[in-house]
Every structure is written in structure tokens, then in C-alpha cells.
């Protein structure tokens, strides 16, 4: 596996609690990306980030803030947690070049559960 | 815009039979196409993409852009090819993926 992690792996929170979700590589890919995988949607697109403090809006990034201080890691951050956003999120990472995306790598999945 | 469609969202086979996961597409330009893999308890991986033309595990996939499919074969499926699929897309100089809604596979003894 590439060098991500990601923490917690599992969390319970309560509506209306801000959480904050955290991918960290080792591998100093450029591209990082977080998705949610949701039953009968597949995985969709948050956010992403293209370099150090760049950052972009992906297909659902409404109520999801991100931030990236450092290469190797990417915060997502829900600013109150709504039950519609229980998911599973993954990480991604990707080396990308000026060119089209080769692969992504990605993470081990957060399990949130929002109450 | 970019779509990516899996028809089936379950599929069942018997070991040995063949198998097909249909994956069509729409985007106006030039896309890259792949197929990611996620065995149970297992991270999401990369199984193939349409550029390299490979065969991995025994799957093929073709572009076929008259049809704006990418449909993933393998012609004798094994009980270790259960898993769940999905199709991706990336768009021209993009460094995003697009992925579909996923075809969850499995193979019967």
C-alpha cells in the first residue's frame, strides 16, 4: 500500500459538532483528494488539493471545508455534521504531473457516523 | 460534463463463466478511462486503465468510443474476482477522477 493514512478510522459524532477528518502521506505526491462513497452513488469528489495551501471544490463540497498546510497532509473538516453526511471517506493521493492523472492511491477509509 | 455509468449495481456469476461490467461514459473531449478495484477489507486499487492496454488478473477492458463504452471482461471468473468495481473517468489534462456508481460482483462457487 502507498504511504497513506488515515485518522480516526472510525468516528460517532452528534449533529451540530464540527469534526475534523485527517490524510497524511509519506509518498510527497502533489494531488490530494477526499471522496465520500456512499451506497448507489459511488465515490464523489469533495474537495482537492493541487500544491501546498491549493485547494479546489470537487462535485459535493457544500458543508465540507479543507485545508492544506504541508505535503503530506490534507484536512477535511465538516463544519457541523449533518446525519446526511454518515459516509465513508476516503483519501486519495496522486502524483500528477502536468499531464493526465496516471493513478490514485488511496487511503484506508474514515466510518463517520453522524447522530 | 462528465458521467459515468454503471448499469448494474449487482452482478452474479458462476465460477468459470464469463463476465462482463458494463461501464458507458460521456464527456465531449479525449478521456482516460479506468476500472478500480475494492476487495472486502481491502483499499480501493487500480485494476487497469485503457492507455497501458494491459491485462490484469485476466481482465481486459477496450475503449470503444463510437459507443462510449469501457466495458471490463474477463473470460473465466474466479471466486477471488468478487469485489466491487467502478468505472472512472478523467478528462483531458484533468487531475481528477469522475467514478461511477459501482457494480458490486460476485462469483458463485
Known amino acids: 500500500d502507498a504511504g497513506i493514512t488515515q485518522s480516526p478510522r472510525h468516528k460517532v459524532t452528534e449533529t451540530g459538532t464540527p469534526v475534523t477528518l485527517r490524510c497524511h502521506q509519506t509518498e510527497n505526491h502533489r494531488y490530494m483528494y477526499w471522496y465520500r462513497q456512499d451506497p448507489g452513488h459511488g465515490l464523489r469528489l469533495i474537495h482537492y488539493s493541487y500544491g501546498v495551501k491549493d485547494t479546489d471544490k470537487g462535485e459535493v463540497s457544500d458543508g465540507y471545508s479543507v485545508s492544506r498546510s504541508k505535503t503530506e497532509d490534507f484536512l477535511l473538516t465538516l463544519e457541523s455534521a449533518t446525519s446526511s453526511q454518515t459516509s465513508v471517506y476516503f483519501c486519495?493521493?496522486?502524483?500528477?504531473?502536468?499531464?493526465?492523472?496516471?493513478?490514485?492511491?488511496f487511503g484506508p477509509g474514515t466510518r463517520l457516523t453522524v447522530t | 460534463a462528465q458521467r459515468v455509468t454503471q448499469p448494474e449495481k449487482l452482478l452474479s456469476v458462476f465460477k468459470g463463466a464469463p463476465v462482463e461490467l458494463k461501464c458507458n461514459y460521456s464527456?465531449?473531449?479525449?478521456?482516460?478511462l479506468f476500472w478500480y478495484v475494492q476487495y472486502s477489507r481491502q483499499r480501493l486499487q487500480l485494476l487497469l486503465r485503457?492507455?497501458s492496454r494491459e491485462s490484469i488478473k485476466g481482465f481486459t477492458a477496450d475503449l470503444n468510443k463510437g459507443e462510449t463504452s469501457f466495458h471490463l471482461k474477463k473470460p473465466f471468473a474466479q471466486e477471488e474476482d468478487s469485489a466491487m468495481y467502478y468505472c472512472?473517468?478523467?478528462?483531458?489534462?484533468?487531475?481528477?477522477?469522475?467514478f461511477g456508481t459501482g457494480t458490486r460482483l460476485t462469483v458463485i462457487p
Open positions: 472512472a473517468l478523467s478528462g483531458t489534462g484533468a487531475n481528477n477522477l469522475f
Open positions: 486519495a493521493i496522486s502524483g500528477g504531473t502536468a499531464g493526465p492523472i496516471v493513478e490514485q492511491y
Open positions: 485503457h492507455i
Open positions: 464527456y465531449s473531449g479525449s478521456p482516460e
